[in-house]
């Protein structure tokens, strides 16, 4: 009952802040001089990123936490981390190609920020393969995917670090000197989404986890059954 | 104008499918609470015929 209360209020104040976020970045933020409307795109963009990377680092520390702990609560918050993360991943990889066609006429192109991240998204994608090969025995499923989640998560500060390693076309939109955005407004916009988006990946993973719960919960139901 | 026209698209486009997302995780928060319940029942039945056995 108490956790459904605090989910129930979680996901009111994730419907308010998307409101203000949607009516902010459409009423109150401007134009881009050169891209016009379409760089709102941006704010979903860079709220997916930042919500991806969340997800995937509780993921690894839930991954780390299941390898010394073995319990298999936390591989089930390493997995909703995953999925959750692998979903705003693909997020920053369609809104990030859509973007890319209007400011640099085309879909994809071999960037560092965009290697990495396409890795990235693969990295995960074959995580939940191993853990599918290993879908008969749960205990092997876990480790499998806890030591994949340590070794796929290496990625993460690659991608977010490539612009500044490599030469990049991407935007730094977070430099030494702070966030490169000369408008306040658009400023407000871009945390208004990211907060929305962070307040998202936690209701989604939440989601995730209880769903988890309850397939181990009732995997172990009928393993007693058939112990009869 | 048309740049315009293209903005309220746009401002339509993203409610419509936060709008759909909301409610499809609402959807599926409501289904796992459900399941929650009915997993409860199974669980309760079981230590039940446990308790028969024993």
Known sequence: ?????????????????????????????????????????????????????????????????????????????????????????????????????????????????????????FLYVAYFVLRAFFAEDRRRQAVAGALFSLFAFLDVPVVFFSVNWWTSIHPKVITESGINISSPAMVTAMMLFLVAMILLAADLMWLRWRQHTLADRLEAARAELRSY | MSEQIALWFLFFAYTAVFVILFLVVGRLHSRASRLEKEVEHLEAAVSEEEKKKA
């Open chain 1, 1 to 121: 009952m108490r956790y459904s209360q605090t989910l129930s209020n979680l996901r009111w104040i994730l419907f308010a802040v998307f409101v203000v976020a949607l009516l902010w970045s459409f009423v109150v933020s401007p134009d881009d001089a050169i891209l016009k409307s379409s760089q709102r795109i941006f704010y979903i963009h860079f709220g997916s990123a930042i919500a991806c990377f969340i997800a995937f680092a509780i993921g690894w520390a839930a991954a780390i936490a299941y390898l010394v702990k073995r319990n298999l609560g936390w591989d089930r918050l390493s997995a909703a981390g995953a999925e959750v993360g692998l979903v705003f991943a693909t997020c920053v990889l369609v809104s990030g190609s859509i973007w890319a066609r209007v400011a640099w006429n085309t879909w994809w192109t071999w960037d560092p920020r965009l290697v990495t991240t396409a890795v990235l998204w």
